[in-house]
């Protein structure tokens, strides 16, 4: 079955990324869905229409961890993945046709500051340990290092 690449710029998320683990090929693995809209204009002057499209992409494994972890309403994202065909029979025995968008590449969009603030309102807590902060970085201080002249 081919896939048709999709490409979602300057999308923002529209709630908190939605993490589980599923039963994989290799055992338990991570699978994280979001929501992402973003925003087209068409036209110009008074005749500029703007229409919002939301695309709700999967991500699997690491990248759905990370997603999970330094994603949450209102990150800004670009997304490059791919859409497939979704057809089948449901329990009834009834065709169910539908597109599933899973995603390639995402780029978080937000600062670091941003992200760690917006997680700080949605009350996640600390910032992750693999990100520490300026104050506990293992770089001396301007002051600590020789001069530049010595």
Not at 67 to 80: C, D, P, R, T
Not at 81 to 99: I, W
């Amino acid at each position: 079955m081919a896939n048709v690449q999709v490409i979602q710029r300057h999308a923002h998320l529209a709630s908190a990324v939605k993490l589980e683990f599923v039963n994989g090929r290799e055992g338990k693995v991570a699978k994280a869905v979001l929501t992402a809209i973003s925003n087209s204009r068409r036209g110009s002057g008074e005749e500029r229409s703007e229409e919002a499209t939301a695309i709700q992409w999967t991500l699997w494994a690491k990248q759905a961890e990370h997603a999970a972890e330094y994603l949450g309403k209102g990150s800004h994202v670009n997304i490059v993945g791919r859409v497939r065909n979704n057809h089948y029979q449901d329990s009834d025995g009834a065709e169910v046709y539908g597109l599933a968008f899973t995603v390639d590449e995402i780029d978080y969009l937000d600062s670091k500051a941003e992200g760690e603030a917006r997680r700080a309102r949605e009350g996640a807590g600390d910032p992750p340990a693999a990100a520490p902060s300026a104050a506990s970085s293992s770089r001396k201080a301007r002051s600590e290092r020789q001069p530049a002249h010595a």
